[in-house]
């Protein structure tokens, strides 16, 4: 069964740090860009991070210099290193395998709560 499961997700303060694992079982990663999406009710869904299968890395405006996406294809294993944490990176976020720029599969999503 092809599946995504997203894990890391809680509660963090301002300026704090948070790491997003997604683990991929079914297929091999190696064939296909990961990115993760987050998601707020009532705002449109936001693509925080991507990485081709070269590992080739492209951020939003607003997270470029504080997250970073990563994989490790051996272990089919996606991560998203966040850092200096905002209350607006409150969200639901959800990784997703893409294979020529078409989404295959989804996560279930992880939340992550920013706040003091």
């Known amino acids: 069964q092809v599946q995504l499961v997203e894990s890391g997700g809680g509660l963090v303060q301002p300026g704090g740090s948070l790491r997003l694992s997604c683990a991929a079982s079914?297929?091999?990663?190696?064939?296909?860009?990961i990115g993760w999406y987050r998601q707020v009710p009532g705002k449109e869904r936001e693509l925080v991070a991507y990485?081709?299968?070269?590992?080739?890395?492209k951020y939003a405006a607003s997270v470029e210099g504080r997250f970073t996406i990563s994989r490790d294809n051996a272990k089919n294993m996606v991560y998203l290193q966040m850092s200096n944490m905002k209350p607006e990176d409150t969200a639901v976020y959800y990784c997703y395998s893409a294979l020529r720029q078409e989404i295959t599969s989804w996560g279930q999503g992880t939340q992550v709560t920013v706040s003091s």
């Open positions: 079914g297929f091999t990663l190696d064939y296909y860009a």
């Open positions: 990485i081709s299968r070269v590992g080739w890395a």
